[in-house]
């Protein structure tokens, strides 16, 4: 109950196009689902984050759909550039506490 | 946002030895900090959790003993590797709790033991 189930493992898309990762929970009292983008050997840097009283969320060309009936949240981005190429992670929380991390979606944008 | 920093970013040690990773929170307090290890191409694995001024709290699986967390200030957590073995290279990742709930990562520790 305290998975959170990440796919594609991963995704290739051209420059510009919309690449989009999916987040599935079970625990209904996960209360806080934040998107982390990690470079190769470099530490996961927060991305954007949602709370379950909304159901969009979007800062700049990263938007983030949340369906709290389906237990399920995904990860948007726009116009997508090959310098998003990164492995992301979503991940789950109850407010403050240890977050549940997904498996890692491995995004590669081509030119 | 918040900035995690760790120290040292990459250490080899020969086996048998310990070695000390440093992690600080440079522009808030953190009352509470995370230790995770990540194999390659993989997931993050929580190893435990830091409080300021009380024992680290491990995950299942995680030898105690083994990785020594020290959570001495609001500031600043430490993960001691005692007796390392070649297994235990890792690149290990840091975490801080900020004061509206959102956890920031350190740049991570690249550990190699020979």
């Known amino acids: 109950q305290q998975q959170v189930k990440q796919s594609p493992q991963s995704l290739i898309v051209q420059k510009g196009g919309i690449p989009i990762i999916n987040c599935a929970y079970e625990?209904?009292?996960?209360?806080?689902f934040p998107w982390y983008q990690q470079f190769p050997g470099k530490g996961p840097a927060l991305l954007i984050a949602?709370?379950?009283?909304?159901s969009e969320k979007k800062e700049g060309r990263f938007t983030i759909s949340f369906n709290k009936s389906a237990k399920q949240f995904s990860l948007h981005i726009m116009d997508s550039q090959p310098g998003d190429s990164a492995t992301y992670f979503c991940?789950?929380?109850?407010?403050?506490?240890?977050?549940?991390f997904g498996t890692g979606t491995r995004l590669q944008v081509f030119p | 946002g918040a900035v995690v920093s760790q120290h040292p970013s990459r250490v080899i040690c020969k086996s048998g030895t310990s070695v000390k990773i440093e992690c600080r929170s440079l522009d808030f307090q953190a009352t509470t900090m995370f230790w995770y290890r990540q194999f390659p191409k993989q997931s993050l694995m929580l190893m435990a959790t830091s409080n300021e001024g009380s024992k680290a709290t491990y995950e299942q699986g995680v030898e105690k003993d083994k990785f020594l967390i020290n959570h001495a200030s609001l500031t600043l957590s430490t993960l001691t590797v005692t007796s390392a073995h070649p297994e235990d290279s890792s690149f290990y990742i840091c975490?801080?709790?900020?004061?509206?709930?959102?956890?920031?990562f350190g740049p991570g520790t690249r550990l190699t033991v020979t």
């Open positions: 975490s801080a709790n900020s004061g509206g709930g959102e956890q920031y």
């Open positions: 991940a789950a929380s109850t407010h403050t506490d240890k977050l549940i």
């Open positions: 949602i709370r379950p009283d909304v």
């Open positions: 625990n209904t009292a996960f209360d806080y």
